[in-house]
T-cell receptor, first 113, second 113 residues
Framework: DAGVTQSPTHLIKTRGQQVTLRCSPK?????VSWYQQALGQGPQFIFQ???????QRGNFPDRFSGHQFPNYSSELNVNALLLGDSALYLC????????????FGQGTRLTVV | QKEVEQNSGPLSVPEGAIASLNCTYS??????FFWYRQYSGKSPELIMS????GDKEDGRFTAQLNKASQYVSLLIRDSQPSDSATYLC?????????????FGKGTKLSVKP
């Protein structure tokens, strides 16, 4: 049973560019949440997708957008990259409406230069 | 602004001792609380979840919740060097799914042989 998979594992981008990160949830899960974790900080909630719609959003600018596909996989897009966007981006999958554990992927390390 | 506060540490304990990790949260309406363990360079891994006041034990781990004081703690008995990691306290932000969490900055635990 595959867990949560994220791609790519590492990425280097230049300021002002755009980036797309991908996440496949754990088998049987239908909800995907995205987090940003800066060095030495806890993960910060970006947004959550269920049924191909953004359900909740944290305090992140509109440069951060996402999408969920019918197979429950998800993408995180960041436009006009800033140096401060350098972080570990984590995807977590869960089951909507159920009090069950959310599982995290291994993350994508984004470096903006 | 919902917040979760943790002592960043580092907390250093000898092997075999009890490690005590503490967390406070700001939203009195919060219902679901979690402790995650994160090894350096890895993704968070759920250790314990707790929803009701009192203690919840799982092996060497005990989570304690006091909603009146808005306080959550994690005790690790018979600490092992392999327990050395950053421990993240998390609180569910919205209902619907466990994927939307607000995290503390984490407490770094070091268990000395």
């Amino acid at each position: 049973d595959a867990g949560v998979t994220q791609s790519p594992t590492h990425l280097i981008k230049t300021r002002g560019q755009q980036v797309t990160l991908r996440c496949s949830p754990k088998s049987g899960h239908d909800t995907v949440s995205w987090y940003q974790q800066a060095l030495g900080q806890g993960p910060q909630f970006i947004f959550q997708y269920y049924e191909e719609e953004e359900r909740q959003r944290g305090n992140f600018p509109d440069r951060f957008s996402g999408h969920q596909f019918p197979n429950y996989s998800s993408e995180l897009n960041v436009n006009a990259l800033l140096l401060g966007d350098s972080a570990l981006y984590l995807c977590a999958s869960s089951l909507w409406g159920q009090n069950t554990e959310a599982f995290f992927g291994q993350g994508t390390r984004l470096t903006v230069v | 602004q919902k917040e979760v506060e943790q002592n960043s540490g580092p907390l250093s304990v000898p092997e075999g001792a009890i490690a005590s990790l503490n967390c406070t949260y700001s939203d009195r309406g919060s219902q679901s609380f979690f402790w995650y363990r994160q090894y350096s360079g890895k993704s968070p891994e759920l250790i314990m979840s707790i929803y009701s006041n009192g203690d919840k034990e799982d092996g060497r781990f005990t989570a304690q919740l006091n909603k009146a004081s808005q306080y959550v703690s994690l005790l690790i008995r018979d600490s092992q060097p392999s327990d050395s990691a950053t421990y993240l306290c998390a609180v569910e932000i919205y209902g619907g799914s466990q994927g939307n969490l607000i995290f503390g900055k984490g407490t770094k635990l070091s268990v000395k042989p």
